[in-house]
């Protein structure tokens, strides 16, 4: 019994009628005929009757339409698995993120990826852009998502992301129904800001330009995550510089109110290290390069 044979039969039962079948399978009637017959023989039981003018499913033949799909369908199973295997799509890629990532579409293109490649378990660990450049170095992750412009020359890198900074305030803060703000207005705010350590980019940059606006901020609070600043906002603790796209976080009593400065950008760079020979990594690196919005 050959797979070509149980095709040549499914479409017999579904045509029940040699020459549509035929041309269904784009061959002559005689050489259906004859795989037919050599399935019949292999079977050991008569599958189908004929007359001159029509064709009916025998209770045997009946019976072996649905093990016959389903020998087909297990057939196909295994070369695809077979085939993934051979391409290195079936195992397990790991994924660095920081938690802004989760409001900067993240998630659908971590969903679109899967969709594609069932087989390849896709692992997520929240860390810190410091944390990511570590663990790339140490081969513990095989990507990250960072925010920083300090890349070691050995990491290849893709911008996935350019967004502005927005003052983040309590829901009752004088501020908060302004259409945009001057960062010379939050002057004497307490300021919660994400800590140096984790972040000493952004920690930098944040003061520099409070620095050119003439601002210097009373930082009360630094905090590990953007969301925990943003938490500690929330309360009425504070106030803050945060990513754009945090407004997504819908966080109750909370307020996003842009700056009159665009200047400052917070920036979202992909990186894996060069050397790394994968395929599982190359379709990944591949897939967040199509999520990218097209160039004007």
Known sequence: MEFRHLRYFLVLAE??????AARRLAISQPPLSLNIQQLEASVGARLLTRNSKSVQLTAAGLAFVPAARALLAQAAQAASLAKDVGEGMVGSLTIGFSGTMLFNGLPDMLAQFQTGHPRLRLLLQELSSSEQLMALAQDRIDLGFVHTTR???ELSQIRVASQSLVACLPAGHALAGQRDLDLAQLKGQPFAVVSKVVSPDYHERILA????????PEIRFELRHWLSVVSLVAQGMGVA?????L???ALAGTVFVPLQDQRMRYETQCLW??????????AFVQAVQMSLPASP
């Open 15 to 20: 045509e029940l009628h040699f020459g549509r």
């Open 151 to 153: 890349v070691p020359p």
């Open 209 to 216: 330009l409070c620095a050119e606006s003439g601002l210097d």
């Open 241 to 245: 510089l945060v990513p754009a796209a």
């Open 247 to 249: 407004a997504q976080s």
């Open 273 to 282: 290290k060069t050397s790394r020979d994968s395929p599982a990594l190359a």
